[in-house]
């Protein structure tokens, strides 16, 4: 090859090569660049909040938001809010429960540990549950404390829809967030449209059995009863609504006096092993002189990955949103709850149970009709 024609060659190979390592250099320079962005967003509080442009971790205050965002983008979760029973991992997808354990603000005195969690180094916190001024002054210390921007989401039953909507326009995945968004909005409409058919007459009269003896409850207008009210149920139970954590203590005198018709046992696994809180007071003397009790109308609560009402109050609701209007009012709403658990578990929880696993999550929770 002619001399010319080789250094032609070279000097095109050198432009070639430093093109290349411009172009590197640029598209590694915006991206860095869309990650250090930020944008300001108004959240469902409409307080103006800025947000990196790219959120790739994110960190929960408490269960409730954790298992909005485990439902829709649970590869963003920094780490977990609570320790979760080995009974709850095994419905979970394995990436999730073995992340670290972070803590959070929620329940009995539960607080954060702000080094722990700047360390997990998420983009956002997340702090799902009311919009009222305690919770923004709450919000507003944690921002303080972390350093890091806190976002609000609006945690009651009839927003989830909207919940996640926001959320899924947030993150930048409105196809998904749609599909879940969807089917709450549907679940709730479906609910309030059968029991709108439903007479106060036939209106069941429930006592909520919390605590190891069943001895706490917590009345209508309290947030852990969301799903009752919805359901169209009637709360026995007159006792005033503690704030926050909520379970007033009542005594077997008042259920007496008050007579539920039916009795829903919110699951403590700290009693006896497996079934807890609900065989003590199914078994219970004292508990015999109680109609529901001695008619057979109580009911373990499906607790498993989550509890279905509460206790977090989150998107685990609406399958017991289903379930409850269902056990209450078989004739007015009709549904197959197994198969409508199946279906929720794999679009939620991205998981396809077994028929043991079935059968485990909903031991105790039907009545002959609904099996």
Known sequence: MPRHMEDEMSSFKNQRSIRIAIFISIAYLSLYADVNKTRIIKDMAARSV????????????????????????????????????????????????????????????T?????????????????SGNLDNT?????????????IPVVMVNGELDSIDQAYRFMGSLFGIEERADTLADYCSNAISEVKKAVWNIPLTQRVRYYYAEGLNGLETDPDGSQHT????????INAADVPIISGYGRATVSFEQILLWQPQIILVCLDRGYAQGTGNYARIISGKSWSTIDAIRKGKVYQIPSLP??????????????????????????????????????????????KITGDELDNILLNALSKINK
């Not at 607080?111 to 702090?127: K, M, Y």
């Not at 969301?226 to 149920?233: D, L, P, S, T, W």
């Not at 949103?321 to 679009?347: A, D, Q, S, V």
């Open 50 to 109: 800025s947000v990196p442009l790219i959120i790739n971790t994110v960190y929960s205050t408490s269960p409730m938001g954790e298992i909005m965002l485990y439902t829709l983008a649970p590869e963003k979760i920094a780490g977990m809010t609570w320790t979760l029973d080995n009974e709850a991992k095994k419905l979970l997808l394995p990436e999730y429960v073995k992340k670290p354990v972070l803590g959070g603000w929620f329940g009995k005195n």
């Open 111 to 127: 607080t954060g540990n702000p080094e722990v969690i700047i360390q997990a180094h998420p983009d956002i916190v997340l702090s």
């Open 135 to 147: 919770d923004m002054s709450a919000a507003r210390r944690i921002e303080e404390k972390l350093g």
């Open 226 to 233: 969301e799903v009752f009210k919805m359901a169209g149920a």
């Open 306 to 351: 989550f509890n279905w009402v509460d206790r977090p109050p989150s998107v685990n609701r609406i399958i017991g949103l289903k379930w409850l209007t269902n056990l209450l009012y078989p004739n007015f709403y009709k549904i197959n709850i197994k198969e409508e658990t199946c279906r929720f578990y794999e679009l939620f929880y991205h998981r």
